[in-house]
């Protein structure tokens, strides 16, 4: 659990992870030289859990490097980023560990839930109640294409919290950092070429989205929702993932994977897309512009 000020939702998010009902588990929490309550916090509950080892970094480090203290402390087979601020079910780690008795599965994931700041389901997020199957394949292009092209706003970056082969996330992570990229889903996309990420439904993981991601979602919702309504099939499916020339895009472009030419297809069929997606647009205007047109006697 990599951490920085994270004092008003880390007792939460911890008590969620000491209720699983399997208990084989180490919580190491990598306090990014916070700066509130969350020393305290932590350190109090390692105290009554021996499950729970805490540790605290001098000075701050950026994001991606904490995410790695925590991972090369580690010498299970098996490892999970834990945000400060989400919620597990308490079936989560039993229900998942079945996954890994297969060798092509590189990480294992249930259902996703977004929930306010108070808990609350976000029933109108885009992302409440995804099955994120875009990475489940058996085959890695397949899955790379998926995942590239699935639409940001639907919560495919959620996929860096799955339960995942320890060895397969220390490979990938050390090539991130020494490519300096330090977005989610250039992690997710480096992972795959390990293997298939699956989805079991019959367990929930709660992200939390706070006010500014709240309203940054709706956004995204409304501009999505407007133009597509009434389409189907591939069009909308890649047209949705319009954003292949986002910032996080741009950090797929920077990471190497087993086969480059799978992203560069990837991204040239979300250009194509977003081609498709003007014309859409100007076809849907089009009778309202006629419409609108005086008629001659």
């Not at 994001?63 to 834990?82: D, R």
Request: include cysteine; charged fraction near 25%.
């Amino acid at each position: 659990m990599p951490v920085q000020n994270g004092a008003e939702f880390i007792s939460e998010a911890i008590s969620s992870l000491q209720a699983q009902d399997f208990g084989d588990y180490e919580l190491v929490i990598s306090d990014n030289a916070s700066t509130d309550e969350t020393e305290k916090i932590c350190r109090a509950l390692a105290l009554e859990d021996p499950r729970i080892r805490y540790k605290r970094l001098a000075s701050p480090v950026p994001a991606l490097s904490n995410f790695l203290s925590v991972l090369e402390e580690t010498s299970s087979p098996l490892f999970m980023w834990a945000a400060h601020d989400d919620l597990w079910e308490n079936n989560w780690i039993r229900t998942l560990m079945p996954c890994f008795e297969t060798e092509s599965t590189v990480g294992a994931i249930g259902r996703l839930e977004t929930i306010d700041c108070d808990a609350i389901p976000m029933l109108g997020h885009p992302a409440h109640g995804a099955h994120l199957k875009m990475a489940n394949s058996r085959y890695y292009e397949f899955r790379a294409l998926r995942f590239v092209a699935a639409w940001e706003g639907a919560g495919k970056a959620n996929l860096i919290y799955s339960i995942f082969r320890t060895h397969a996330v220390k490979s990938t992570m050390r090539e991130a950092l020494t490519r300096s990229v330090d977005f989610d889903c250039a992690v997710v996309l480096g992972l795959l070429a390990h293997g298939a990420i699956e989805v079991v439904p019959e367990t929930t993981f709660r992200k939390r989205v706070c006010k500014i991601e709240k309203d940054a979602a709706s956004t995204l919702l409304v501009r999505h929702s407007t133009v597509f309504v009434d389409w189907r099939g591939i069009f909308a499916q890649y047209a949705r993932a319009r954003a292949y020339d986002s910032e996080s895009n741009r950090a797929l472009l920077q990471y190497r994977i087993t086969a480059p030419k799978i992203l560069s297809y990837a991204v040239s069929g979300l250009v194509l897309a977003k081609r498709v997606e003007r014309w859409l647009r100007r076809a849907t205007r089009l009778p309202k512009v006629l419409s609108q047109r005086p008629h001659r006697n």
